[in-house]
């Protein structure tokens, strides 16, 4: 007989993986008769966001999640709000939906909303991690992953954008975006430093950061660049995977004495 506790990891990652089966039926729908039927890849992000409300509203306790938190929280007398990352990681997903559906129509004003969707990620992450660079740089545990986080996306955003996006003023429309999703990717990778917390809620948290900045990447050079890198086919089905890994990754955390967050 299935435990209950088994049913609240079970639900949500059939949902979150439907999502994704869903994107890949989309897809091979596009290789067969080369158009894309956007309902069907609506209802992939319809899917994973259900699941992320799933997750929040019947998969985690909060007193058990934040008490994860505040215990793998290498820094003294320093409580992280981790009620923001409950609650804005589902209004990201909402907000990622409608940018989903925006984007089909105006690419502009669905830009906009994806705009909005990462300052909501970025909200979200500052319930498990500092956004204080004092914090982690008088931290030994801390310091490594701020300063390699750093050091890359600082180089990584600017190069990603004058080669593979920038073509003229035309494509000065998106570097607020540009910024926004580079803050949001640098800001996720602050969280590997944390490792009192389970690996795979960590590193699903960082590989969905990087999906997010290689899937907008492909959109920004289909769109303006010179030299063209042909993996459109992958835009989607990156896009889905990104955002089920960075919902669903708060059913593998775990402190170090094995305790979960869900429910009993």
Known sequence: MISQRSKRFILPMILGSTGFLTILISELI???????????????????????VVIRF??????????????TNPV????????????WIVVAMVIGLIATVTIAYNFIIGMLVYLIMQICLIISFSGIVSFRPSVFLANSKLRHSFILSLVFWVIAIP????????????????????????????????????DQRSKAFRWMIIAASLLFVFSDTLIGNARFGQIHIK???????????????????????????GNTPFKT
């Open 30 to 52: 596009v290789q067969i008769q080369g158009s894309k039927i956007v309902e069907v890849t609506w209802l992939a992000s319809f899917l994973i966001m259900v699941s992320t």
């Open 58 to 71: 019947y998969s985690i306790n909060p007193t058990r999640f934040n008490q994860i938190i505040q215990i």
């Open 76 to 87: 003294e007398n320093q409580r992280l709000n981790s009620s923001r990352f409950l609650n």
């Open 159 to 194: 190069l990603i954008y004058f080669t593979l996006i920038y073509n003229g003023t035309e494509s000065l429309v998106v570097v607020p975006y540009v910024i926004a999703i580079g803050t949001m990717a640098c800001i996720s990778w602050f969280g590997l430093g944390y």
């Open 231 to 257: 993996l459109n086919q992958l835009i989607d089905i990156t896009y889905v995977l990104n955002i089920l890994l960075m919902s669903h990754a708060i059913l593998f955390l775990k402190d170090g004495s």
